[in-house]
């Protein structure tokens, strides 16, 4: 009796704490106000909507609970920078209390301008003293400050906000600057940047994977030199800009730019990392549904949700063995 209790308890825990996961903290950021197209805003609710990923969830049928970040109402004009900074400042929270309660945050943009958020709130609930490492698997360089970007789009600016340069509001976000070292930031997949940005990389010494390098050299390869990369820091980060991966793989972003990773390749990347105890937390940025075809990208975010969760490449129903060593 005392084993089938024991088995019954074993088998109504999520999955992916049978597989040593932390918990996920699944968090959404329905802001897309940092881009000239805010059609991001839509994205989490997108995926949350879209049925379970079941195999993170406790019976297979629902999604687990997520926090959504949002603005109360859509700003305009002036408020738009202001609620941009709001936006980030609870996400921030969030993620900080979520690293705090030994869980493993999942944040889901909204457009890139989360990162700032994301990626304070992870320094915030870290030791003053410990580092740092963040991969930025991106198409572009995200590294505008003020001056140097054509658009003012707060999107284009993460990176350098992290490092310590651009806006105040955003540099200072829950906490003392600079967030990130360069020496422990590496992107990957760049195809499409401003001399500005590139130049500000350039002389903080950041490491940059550009996309001939892993034409040239292969995804695998190239992928793990970046990891190594950031690994030095002892914890790191990953965050995702989906138009890192070719248009092909992920129609459904906000600036497609042609030429990119593999959907697939990047889904097994991740499916081996779902046990490192070092990757501290996950964001996957600008998806935006309105661009998508026939589910294409909503499909790939929700196999690179799996990936980091459970170690598997597919959504796929897993309570079916379950349900069978139950059947009376
Ligand atoms: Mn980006």
């Not at 920078?81 to 690293?99: P, T």
Request: hydrophobic share 40%.
């Amino acid at each position: 009796m005392e084993k089938w209790r024991q088995l019954v308890d074993r088998m109504s825990k999520p999955f992916y704490e049978l597989h040593g996961m932390r918990d996920l903290a699944l968090i959404g950021v329905a802001c897309g106000w940092g881009a000239r197209d805010p059609g991001c805003e839509d994205g989490p609710q997108a995926v949350f909507a879209s049925g379970p990923v079941t195999c993170l969830t406790h019976d297979g049928q629902n999604m687990p609970a997520y926090e959504m970040v949002r603005a109360p109402l859509p700003p305009t004009g002036a408020a738009v920078f202001a609620a941009v900074v709001e936006i980030n400042h609870r996400l921030a929270d969030k993620v900080g209390a979520a690293v705090r309660a030994g869980h493993f945050p999942v944040v889901i943009g909204g457009d890139h301008s989360c990162a700032v958020g994301t990626w304070s709130g992870v320094r915030a609930a870290r030791p003053a003293d410990a580092s740092l490492g963040l991969l930025w698997v991106d198409a572009h360089m995200d590294s505008h400050v003020p001056a140097t970007s054509p658009s003012g789009a707060l999107h284009g600016m993460p990176l350098a906000c992290l490092l310590g340069e651009g806006h105040d509001e955003l540099v200072h976000l829950a906490g003392a600057a600079p967030k990130l070292q360069p020496e422990h930031v590496c992107l990957f997949g760049v195809r499409s940047y401003e001399p500005g940005e590139a130049a500000l990389l350039q002389r903080l010494g950041v490491k940059v994977i550009f996309m001939e390098a892993i034409a040239r050299h292969g995804f695998a390869a190239m992928w793990r030199e970046a990891l190594a990369h950031v690994a030095r820091a002892g914890a790191y980060g990953i965050t995702i800009d989906l138009d890192a991966v070719d248009p092909r793989d992920a129609p459904g972003v906000g600036t497609p730019s042609s030429g990119g990773i593999g959907g697939d390749e990047l889904v097994h990347a991740l499916t081996d990392l779902h046990h490192d105890p070092h990757l501290l937390a996950l964001e996957i940025a600008e998806y935006n549904p309105h661009h998508d075809r026939d589910s294409v990208t909503l499909r790939l975010l929700r196999r690179m949700l799996c990936a980091v969760g459970v170690g598997k490449e597919h959504d796929e129903p897993h309570d079916r063995a379950r349900r069978e060593i139950l059947r009376p």
